[in-house]
């Protein structure tokens, strides 16, 4: 037999109120193998009998005496008690059919019919009612979590309607799902856009914009719209599932203006540093400071990201911070050094790692400061280091360094002049120094996009970096 019938005998309603065909039927419907609950004649009796012995379906004569006729009985059956209806008739005008076509009913049985005609009918209905009753056990379990899930969700049909909208969605947006049901979008989900870069919200499909709530209240909002499978010859709708991410936003700005804060401190340290250093070394005054812009102007015209430029510039502010443990007189010695002061100097390396490396900077600032005497062939100190175990930021510390220095005046010779400067580096490129370092230095002279006599002449006219 049929799906129930597989689970135990169905049990089945014959509500008829000609004695003769209640009983023709109760013996067809047994003969079946069906379990047949009760025989009842009137559509009052149906809810008396229905609690006391309940039924999987009801067979139901349409036209039955008294005020509850069959059709207002199989409403009752289906809608209250979840128990399906085959309405049997031998007659009934237009305007009834009509009435019983609004009750769904699982099935129509026209007098007289055959017993094989009878149990395909009742099967049938059997299956139907399953299917739908599977159908809006799975709707109900939807809704409750549509309804108690912590995003908003608003479902669109496929004229772009409210079919459908979550407690959540109605408290952002201040509509209520009676108000909001069959209005255009636009109108209960108001937005304006606002700019953001965020590479990882738009590859997941996440969209911020900004939600006007019904009271006129702008509500940050993050947003992902997913089409709905295409309704046959309707179209698509769309599900739009959002949250409220005013909480997160006024996080995200007091991290902003707190590491702002904390910027413009390490900023000020840095600086209170240097000036240190150089008020022991009045003849080097400044040099730092040009390191760091020559230095930061060569990390930008290579691109690199935001931060790492940064990194860079503070390294070269107090990259000779080791300098504060070489004696004074060596300093401002105007005579060549001898072999032992030289040696003295060259500790300055190691001396400024010595200091910072245990301050947690947001760059490897300490590894700059003892790396920038070292040369790419590995003549230099304090390490002896090689090409691929320099830093790319200790590389650009070192070209600008040594510009820098035989540039500029010394207490023991005079300043060499920028074009010997550059013919060092240049006649040294791939040797001393790293190769697209030098050819970014050389770049940035011949193109009169920097210079040290003009504090201002690498803020505008670099290539921008990368963002980091």
Not at 130 to 159: A, Y
């Amino acid at each position: 037999m049929g799906v129930f019938k597989k689970m135990g005998r169905a049990k089945i309603l014959i509500v008829e109120d000609e004695n003769l065909v209640a009983r023709d039927l109760a013996n067809m419907v047994k003969t079946l193998g069906y379990e047949v609950t009760d025989v009842i004649q009137t559509g009052e009796a149906v809810l008396k009998s229905i609690n006391q012995n309940p039924p999987d379906l009801a067979l139901m004569d349409i036209v039955l005496k008294g005020s509850l006729d069959g059709i207002s009985a199989a409403s009752i059956l289906w809608e209250e008690h979840s128990i399906p209806v085959v309405y049997i008739t031998s007659f009934a005008d237009d305007l009834t059919f009509e009435r019983a076509k609004l009750t769904e009913p699982f099935g129509y049985l026209i007098k007289p019919f055959e017993e094989r005609e009878l149990e395909l009918t009742i099967e049938t209905a059997l299956y139907k009612a399953k299917m739908q009753l599977l159908l809006k056990e799975k709707e109900q379990w939807l809704s409750t979590i549509l309804r108690s899930i912590g995003d908003g969700i608003i479902v669109l049909n496929p004229e772009g309607k409210v079919s459908l909208i979550n407690p959540v969605a109605q408290k952002i947006t201040g509509w209520s799902e009676r108000e909001a049901i069959g209005q255009p979008l636009d109108e209960v989900f108001k937005s304006k856009e606002i700019s953001t870069q965020n590479q990882i919200l738009e590859a997941s499909g996440l969209h911020e914009t900004v939600l006007i709530s019904r009271d006129g209240q702008e509500i940050p909002v993050e947003q992902i719209i997913t089409p709905l499978p295409e309704e046959k010859g309707k179209g698509a709708g769309q599900v739009i599932v959002f949250r409220d991410i005013s909480l997160r936003k006024k996080v995200e700005q007091e991290l902003k203006e707190s590491w702002a804060r904390l910027h413009r401190t390490l900023e000020g340290t840095i600086q209170a540093i240097s000036t240190t250093i150089e008020m022991r070394d009045p003849y080097t005054a400044g040099h730092q400071r040009r390191v760091a812009r020559l230095a930061e102007a060569i990390a930008r015209e290579l691109q690199l990201s935001t931060a790492q430029v940064e990194g860079i510039k503070f390294a070269a502010e107090i990259h000779d911070i080791g300098k504060i443990y070489v004696p004074a007189e060596i300093l401002s010695k105007p005579t060549k050094l001898t072999e032992l002061e030289y040696t003295i100097i060259k500790t300055h390396p190691q001396a400024g790692y010595e200091i910072l490396k245990n301050i947690e900077f947001p760059w490897p600032i300490a590894e700059i400061v003892l790396q920038h005497h070292e040369r790419i062939n590995g003549s230099g100190y304090p390490q002896a280091l090689k090409n691929g175990q320099i830093l790319l930021e200790a590389r650009i510390l070192a070209v600008a360094d040594v510009v820098e220095a035989m540039s500029s005046h010394r207490p023991y010779r005079p300043s060499f002049g920028i074009d010997k400067a550059l013919d060092e580096i240049k006649a040294n490129k791939g040797i001393l120094y790293d190769s697209e370092v030098v050819e970014a230095c050389l770049r940035l002279f011949a193109e009169a996009r920097f210079s040290f006599e003009s504090p201002n002449s690498n803020r505008f006219q670099l290539h921008g970096a990368k963002k980091a």
